[in-house]
């Protein structure tokens, strides 16, 4: 392979990426990598955190283009190739780039190194603003659309088009954003969005319509092979299964539904209570052990065992997000309690409808489940905010548009193993043991050099050395780990739970962005976006009481940007009058 190759260089504490030029060889490695750390080159020890590279310390002498390096960056699934460096840094020097000050660089450069820019309000289009800030921050999808090519002038066409030149305009500039050519697309496109009030003013639409709709349109013109490997370069057909488009290639859910008729299950439990009730009656021997059963209790068991059955029917189907069933809305009976989103979504995937029995020859009961059975590298939730209410008593009986204000909390992970089908929890399951085994072997490693250096400090009359060498055992176990990942030579099938997937997958995602609402009114109200900063500040402390980060974020108020906090998005959980959540996009974590 030629040309260069992303490299994520860890130095103790420190990360940063690099292009790695493969033409300079390894001692233009060490040279680029002196330049950024102040390491000399005869100190630094590198070996490979990533599968595929050279086997440990890497030598002076090491022709680097021997190595498939394509082959390298497909086992991280496109992601920069993990490198460790070991070595002190010699006495710092001046810097030797020159200083540029922010007035001097032009508007683009500028928009990265400030706060994103937003959206002007265009007549109640909050709703369509919220959800562009949320998809800004998904690059695979904006490669996608980068290599799509209209080939007629439409409506749909217009769409898509104007919401990528939107994309591209909001990193080019700090000033906000007027994304009226896209307005005028969305209401050509849906015409129930350009809907106007009595007094002619535009009226506010549903946030999660018009991303569903989106999705809709994106995935009938994003159905060639080019936008699916501009999305995901790395992905196998094997990955993509029956994914055609990228829409359904990046957000689509492979669901595995299963129907079982109650009627007979109800019979079956009968017919065991009275098996069970008669093999309490069986004969012991001398020694306890049970010897036979009484002829009822055998002939219960067979007609339990024997007996007519309708078998489960099991069918397949795609959608593009899971939803947290909010009770307390339109099923204002139900039994169960929903306070967190696990047990929200958990709701949704189970349910009962009337269904004809072919062996009852009539209608029946069925349990309807649902599992996962492919997982897709963006992950959407709805939470199930608003509902239709029957108003019989009113003149028109059309019902009025209801809004759920209790609260349900949600975590920055969703873990969605439980969720999965059989099959997936399996391949999902390797991950998560070899991880734990991983962590247990080296809070062993810890454990053992503390001991070590313990035993060391007693018999060195506590010297210096002997303090430096207990500081440096996390970079010990750390280098000993690259170490045996280095040396490997074959890798484990971990099997495949969906495309675009990180290597060693273990089902949870990591909340990058929310789209909210404000108000009790389910036909007004206000929307905003909330957004994981792509390029954190570096002040990441933990959440009070917590082991989470408080990690950098920003709020977008259609044109007006606001940095907040992780601890700040995870109170949007609803409960009162504040903005609550109402779609929640998360990425596969790695």
């Known amino acids: 392979m030629s040309g260069t190759v992303p490299l994520n260089v860890k130095w103790g504490k420190e990360a940063f990426t690099m292009d790695f030029v493969v033409a300079g060889g390894v001692k233009g490695l060490k040279s680029e990598l002196e330049e950024k750390t102040n390491v000399p080159s005869d100190r630094m020890k590198l070996m490979p955190k990533s599968k595929g590279l050279w086997k ?87 490669r996608g659309l980068e290599k799509y090519q209209p080939t007629a002038s439409t409506a749909q066409s217009l769409f898509l088009t104007s919401l990528r030149d939107t994309l591209q305009n909001l990193d080019r500039t700090t000033d906000p954003v007027a994304p009226s050519t896209f307005v005028r697309a969305t209401k050509m496109s849906f015409p129930q969005f350009a809907q106007t009030a009595r007094n002619g003013a535009p009226m506010q639409q549903d946030a999660e319509e018009f991303f569903s709709g989106l999705l809709t349109i994106a995935s009938t013109a994003t159905s060639g092979d080019e936008c699916i490997k501009a999305a995901l370069p790395f992905s196998t057909d094997k990955e993509l299964g029956d994914a055609r488009n990228m829409v359904d290639a990046l957000f689509g859910l492979k669901m595995e539904e299963t129907l079982t008729c109650d009627e007979f299950d109800k019979k079956e439990d009968k017919k065991k209570d009275a098996a069970a009730k008669d093999d309490d009656k069986m004969d012991v021997d001398d020694g306890g052990a049970a010897t036979a059963t009484t002829p009822a209790a055998a002939a219960a068991t067979a007609a339990a065992n024997d007996g007519p059955k309708e078998a489960p029917v099991k ?91 209790k609260p349900v909390a949600f975590n920055n992970i969703l873990d969605v193993y439980e969720f999965c089908s059989d099959e997936v929890k399996a391949t999902l399951k390797k991950a998560r043991d070899k991880a734990l085994k991983e962590e247990e072997d080296m809070i062993n490693r810890k454990l053992k050099g503390s001991v ?92 009070a009481d917590t082991d989470e980060d408080n990690e950098d974020w920003f709020v977008f108020d259609d044109d007006e940007v606001s940095p907040c906090k992780t601890e700040d998005v995870l109170k949007l959980k609803g409960g009162g009058d504040w903005h609550m959540s109402y779609l929640n996009f998360y990425r596969a974590k790695k």
């Not at 820019?117 to 289009?125: D, K, M, Q, V, Y």
């Not at 990942?485 to 995602?509: C, R, W």
């Open 315 to 405: 069918s397949y189907d795609l959608h593009r997000k899971l939803v947290c069933n909010i009770q307390g809305g339109s099923d204002a009976g139900a039994q169960t309690n929903v306070n967190h989103i696990a047990e929200g979504i958990a709701l949704s995937l189970h349910g009962k409808i009337e269904k004809h029995s072919d062996v009852l020859g009539r209608n029946a009961i069925w349990t309807r489940t649902q599992r996962i059975a492919r997982l897709p590298p963006i992950l959407t939730v709805q939470f199930g905010r608003f509902y239709w209410k029957a108003t019989p008593d009113s003149d028109d009986h059309a019902g009025v548009k209801c809004k759920v204000m």
């Open 452 to 543: 070590d250096a313990a035993g060391k400090d007693e018999a060195a009359d506590k010297k210096p050395a002997a303090a430096a060498d207990a500081s440096n055992d996390e970079d010990d176990a750390e280098l000993q780990a690259a170490l045996a990942i280095s040396m490997q030579t074959d890798d484990e099938d971990f099997g495949v739970a969906g495309p675009g997937l990180p290597k060693e997958f273990q089902g949870q995602y990591e909340l990058f962005a929310v789209v909210t609402h404000k108000g009790r009114d389910a036909d007004g109200g206000h929307y905003m976006a909330w957004v994981k900063a792509s390029n954190p500040s570096g002040n990441t402390d933990k959440i």
């Open 56 to 142: 440990g310390v890497l030598k002076d002498d090491f022709d680097l283009s021997t190595l498939d390096w394509q082959a390298a960056m497909a086992k991280s699934k496109g992601g920069p190739l993990q490198v460790l460096l070991m070595g002190s840094a010699a006495k710092l020097a001046a810097p030797k780039l020159k200083t540029v000050f922010l007035e001097d660089l032009p508007p683009e450069e500028i928009a990265k190194v400030q706060e994103p820019s937003g959206l002007e309000n265009l007549g109640n289009t909050c709703y369509l603003n919220s959800v562009v800030q949320c998809l800004r921050a998904v690059p695979q999808m904006r």
